[in-house]
């Protein structure tokens, strides 16, 4: 069993930044990808970024590609999401997840936070 849980959400005006995290327990964290998705108002669920076990790689939605940085501590149980020039599209609650293999699909992450709130006003 892993427990997630996600903070750093908040109200930030567009061209800003939040750093979101996601604090791990339960199991080896280090032997896991990550990954952030997001869940707009009226919309599914859609990938944000991936990260693989070691770090190493990365991978971002096109959407948030260059403006979004995923990173990991695997010392202290937590992945990151530094997010900079937020867009009013960011608004969404941001989850984060434990997947069992590098991918940008949902169907391969089994733990999931409970999620974080993020509005960018306009």
């Known amino acids: 069993q892993v427990h997630l849980v996600e903070s750093g959400g908040g109200l930030v005006q567009a061209g800003g930044s939040l750093r979101l995290s996601c604090a791990a327990s339960?199991?080896?964290?280090?032997?896991?990808?990550m990954g952030w998705f997001r869940r707009a108002p009226g919309t599914e669920r859609e990938f944000v970024a991936t990260?693989?076990?070691?770090?190493?790689?990365?991978y971002y939605a096109d959407s948030v590609k260059g403006r979004f940085t995923i990173s990991r501590d695997n010392a202290a149980n937590t992945v990151y999401l530094q997010m900079n020039s937020l867009k009013p599209e960011d608004t969404a609650v941001y989850y984060c997840?434990?997947?069992?293999?590098?991918?940008?699909?949902?169907?391969?992450?089994?733990?999931w936070g409970q999620g974080t709130q993020v509005t960018v006003s306009s």
């Open positions: 997840a434990v997947g069992s293999i590098y991918s940008t699909s949902q169907n391969h992450y089994s733990y």
């Open positions: 339960g199991r080896t964290f280090s032997s896991y990808a």
């Open positions: 990260i693989n076990w070691s770090g190493i790689s990365t």
